[in-house]
């Protein structure tokens, strides 16, 4: 597998605040990787080294083999739709279009305007005079449109609704499927989004507590559902990642069991239910910000 | 693991066209860049115009040409020279975080900008030569009025001329620029500083030269050097505040 991002003890400080701390992890090429985490947990900030945006304080960053700052070999194989991006003023939509192919060598203008005709994006306007869902619209176009060997998507689609976004999912995985690419996706959104991803990278607090294959994470644990005392009585000692109950009845996520553990399960009574993405993902940025407050 | 084949390939597309696509980008706002002063400075002319006329109807012709001697000093056509700078500082900071979003490197895009700077200032010496030239065939406008062709910008030939007016016009294009530069590197705290050395070194000097009397000194300079010698030693800042804006810019991060 060739390898298109390859980060290592990368770390980045703004004055006393640690934004990414001894982060290492790769990405292999053509994979749809999601980079995933709470509000604050690096991941622009990830995202903007991974891109020559910022300079890392230390550690070391490699695109298609090399640094990406000010590698103009590297950048123009790059796409990088922000959330907050910012246009020229008095730009209209339609100038950002004309100028894209200028800078991405496979533009496809034809993709283009369908994009602009499914999201409804009124081209004469000013980018200033856009709503929020309207401008997040202009860069998910630029985004596929792009043909990037490596995109990225950072909070795409802040303000679009969910015909929108299922609109884009739907072009993102077309058009994948046809021109296979490196594509970076970070976003709230997590269980809209875990079908599209192959890949998943789970930043909190700056550092990665998740890196591996999506089926891998999501298969990394299961729910235990059942009556109280056969639920605590099967548990035992496994580590908890989440514990809930009602009456007489408790649900409790702990980490993958094997076959055998199954069988042992379903004797013993108890129902056994896949553990959402997104719910993994709560669970563990939970777990760890308790082990952090416990160890500060 | 083995590195994709296409990693240490050079960039499909050259230096130039990478540097002349980033002067596309700014260029793609003819309005603002191309039309709008001369609209401006088309409104300041017909006020002009409007005194010259009331001073021509009222004044007795034999006040006539002290008149026109004082209007050699008018500075209604400074505003287009500040404008540039402003544009300078706009495109700058403007176009700096898309263009980086774009894939362009910092190196590229000041580079494109320098070069839509230099293109923007043979444009507007141009059009100011033309209309220099123009206020002079027709004893100004018909009615002894001074607006272009005015003792700042005297200097013999047109051709001289417009190479006054393209001197100065780089000359504020990069001031704008390293300015914009110093704003896109260290923001709101990095103009404090940068205009509050500026403002103690301004008053230094011309302390320095109270001080040291030689006030008469640096008068003569100018009235020796002319206004083209003049011109032609702001290469000198010129060249300084391009060379500043370069070194600040490739060190500037987008704001997040």
């Known amino acids: 597998m060739s390898t298109v991002i390859e980060v290592s003890g990368l770390s980045k400080r703004f004055g006393k605040v640690v934004a990414l701390d001894n982060v290492s992890f790769s990405v292999g090429q053509n994979k749809i990787c999601g980079l995933l985490g709470r509000n604050g947990a690096g991941k622009t900030t990830l995202m903007q080294l991974l891109t020559g945006q910022q300079f890392a304080t230390s550690g070391t960053i490699e695109i298609f083999g090399r640094s990406p700052v000010e590698t103009a070999s590297v950048l123009e194989r790059i796409c990088f739709i922000k959330e907050s991006q910012t246009y020229p003023e008095d730009f209209c939509v339609k100038h950002v279009f004309a100028s894209a192919p200028w800078f991405f060598g496979g533009w496809d203008a034809g993709f283009a305007d369908q994009l602009i005709d499914d999201f409804r994006i009124p081209t004469n306007r000013r980018v200033k005079k856009l709503s929020r869902g309207q401008l997040s619209a202009v860069g998910v176009v630029v985004g596929l449109a792009s043909r990037a060997p490596l995109t990225f998507f950072d909070e795409p689609y802040l303000g679009l609704d969910a015909v929108a976004r299922q609109t884009f999912y739907d072009r993102l995985l077309e058009d994948y499927a046809e021109h296979p690419r490196t594509v970076i996706l970070s976003t709230h959104l997590i269980d809209e989004v875990s079908n599209l991803l192959e890949h998943v990278i789970v930043l909190d607090q700056g550092r990665v507590i998740i890196d591996g294959a999506a089926d891998d994470v999501r298969s990394s644990a299961t729910t235990v559902v059942g009556p109280r005392d056969a639920v605590d009585a099967f548990v035992g000692d496994r580590a908890a990642l989440s514990r809930q109950g009602v009456g007489g009845l408790a649900s409790v996520t702990i980490h993958a069991l094997t076959s055998d553990e199954r069988h042992a399960a379903g004797d013993a009574g108890l129902e056994l239910s896949p553990v959402s993405l997104q719910q993994l993902i709560i669970h563990r940025t939970n777990s760890s910000s308790r082990e952090f407050e416990q160890s500060a | ?256």
């Not at chain 2, 499909?12 to 002349?20: E, N, P, S």
């Not at chain 2, 030569?129 to 062709?149: I, K, S």
């Not at chain 2, 910008?153 to 914009?180: K, N, Y």
């Open chain 2, 1 to 256: 693991m083995t590195i994709d084949a296409r990693a240490t390939r050079p960039a499909t597309t050259g230096a130039l066209t990478r540097i002349v696509n980033v002067a596309r980008l700014h260029l793609t706002q003819k309005g603002t860049l191309l039309v709008l002063p001369w609209l401006i400075l088309g409104f300041i002319f017909l006020v002009n115009l409007l005194i010259w006329w009331i001073l021509a109807s009222a004044l007795p012709p034999a006040d006539r040409f002290d008149a026109e001697e004082g209007m050699q000093f008018s500075g209604a056509s400074m505003f287009i020279f500040v404008y540039m700078l402003v544009v300078a500082v706009q495109a700058i900071n403007a176009t700096f975080p898309f263009a980086l979003g774009y894939g362009v490197t910092r190196r590229d895009f000041y580079l494109g900008s320098s070069l839509t700077f230099v293109l923007l200032s043979l444009y507007y010496a141009l059009g100011m030569t033309l209309l220099a030239e123009l206020e002079r065939a027709t004893g100004g406008w018909g009615l002894g009025g001074a607006m272009f062709d005015v003792v700042f910008f005297d200097a013999g030939t047109p051709l001289q001329r417009f190479a006054l007016f393209l001197l100065a016009f780089l000359f504020f294009f990069f001031v704008g620029a390293a300015t914009a530069a110093v704003y896109v590197r260290w923001r709101s705290r990095g103009m404090l500083v940068f205009f509050a050395a500026l403002a103690l070194i301004t008053v230094g000097l011309a302390w320095l030269a109270t001080d040291t009397g030689s006030w008469p000194l640096i008068g003569g300079w100018f009235t020796e050097n002319g206004a083209l010698g003049v011109a032609i030693w702001s290469l000198v800042p010129s060249t300084a505040a391009a060379i500043a804006g370069l070194v600040l810019i490739r060190g500037a991060t987008p704001r997040t």
